[in-house]
Nanobody, 121 residues
């Protein structure tokens, strides 16, 4: 069993930056692809970014490409999402997810509880 706990969300002005963290416990993350998803009010949860277990392969949604960077520190069992040039449309609850035996996160085995990101205009 893996427990994922996100942190780092908050209120920021448009153009600002935040860094989200997701700490895992219960099992090492080194064999899991990890990712970030988000859900805005009234919308479905959507993919934001993911990273392979070794950290060498990353993928991003077009809406965040060039602004967000996903990274991981397997020694600390933690992944990160650096978000720059934030826009009001980035406002959402951000969720961390993990999928074992996969290069990508398409069918997560585990989810975090989410952290709120609010971008004011």
């Amino acid at each position: 069993q893996v427990q994922l706990v996100e942190s780092g969300g908050g209120l920021v002005q448009a153009g600002g930056s935040l860094r989200l963290s997701c700490a895992a416990s219960g099992r090492t993350l080194s064999n899991y692809a990890m990712g970030w998803f988000r859900q805005a009010p009234g919308k479905e949860r959507e993919f934001v970014a993911d990273i392979s277990w070794g950290g060498t392969i990353t993928a991003y949604a077009d809406s965040v490409k060039g602004r967000f960077t996903i990274s991981r520190d397997n020694a600390k069992n933690t992944i990160f999402l650096r978000m720059n040039s934030l826009k009001p449309e980035d406002t959402a609850v951000y969720y961390c997810a993990a999928e074992g035996h996969s290069w990508r996160v398409s069918r997560p085995d585990y989810w975090g509880q989410g952290t709120q990101v609010t971008v004011s205009s």
